[in-house]
């Protein structure tokens, strides 16, 4: 069965640092979404992503994030000067349409 | 805006009932709904993209009320794997591939 797959499943990184997260989704969906999750609370929309641009983006996507597709396979999320609050489960999904399938995510700690 | 659900959380014995509303201030395009297990990515459940339909997956079913923005999953004779955090997802008329989560409801089904 075709799946959304997330590397790495665990970074650990300083203050500061730039961290990529990296996403394959399924092959032949068009919509792409990050999601973050802090440790005990609801699942928050970050980003979605079609035709190879940003098609929405909540408020917590600011200038500290960006995305892209850079060889029509990978999706990537990343988050520049990381910050202690940015320690979160990130969720990437993939849809053909309908239904969105997440990837196990990829949990960053930043120190 | 964030969709509002209710109940926050619910414990069942296995083969009892059980209502999750979620409501929205938005007009919606689509309600998605989602379960996740501890430690792991949320699940699919089900879309429903028209006011009044309703849609099933096992013993588990959901209507869309459009004029009133809200959705309603129900869980029926409530099986021990159905214990996790439900979450509904929003697409607003007005911003599509944006979703919105709510804050989840916690099941719990005991023996």
């Known amino acids: 069965e075709p799946e959304v797959t997330q590397t790495p499943s665990h970074q650990v990184t300083q203050m500061g640092q730039e961290v990529i997260l990296r996403c394959v989704p399924i092959?032949?969906?068009?919509?792409f979404y990050w999601y973050r999750q802090i440790l005990g609370q609801k699942v928050e929309f970050l980003v979605s992503f079609y035709n190879n641009e940003i098609s929405e983006k909540s408020e917590i996507f600011d200038d500290q994030f960006s995305v892209e597709r850079p060889d029509g396979s990978n999706f990537t999320l990343k988050i520049r000067s990381t910050k202690l609050e940015d320690s979160a489960m990130y969720f990437c999904a993939s849809s053909g349409g309908t239904e969105a399938f997440f990837g196990q995510g990829t949990r960053l700690t930043v120190v | 805006q964030q969709p509002v659900q209710s109940p926050q959380a619910v414990i069942l014995r296995e083969g009892e009932d059980a209502v999750i509303n979620c409501s929205s201030s938005?007009?919606?395009?689509?309600v998605h709904w989602y379960r996740q297990k501890h430690g792991e990515a949320p699940v699919f459940l089900m879309i429903l993209l028209k006011g009044g339909e309703q849609k099933g997956h096992e013993k588990i079913s959901a209507s869309f009320n459009e004029k009133k923005q809200q959705s309603s999953l129900y869980l029926t004779a409530s099986q021990l794997s159905y214990s996790g955090t439900y979450f509904c997802g929003t697409e607003a008329t007005d911003s599509w591939g944006k979703f919105q989560f709510g804050a989840g409801t916690q099941v719990v089904v005991t023996p």
């Open positions: 938005k007009a919606l395009y689509s």
């Open positions: 092959s032949n969906h068009l919509y």
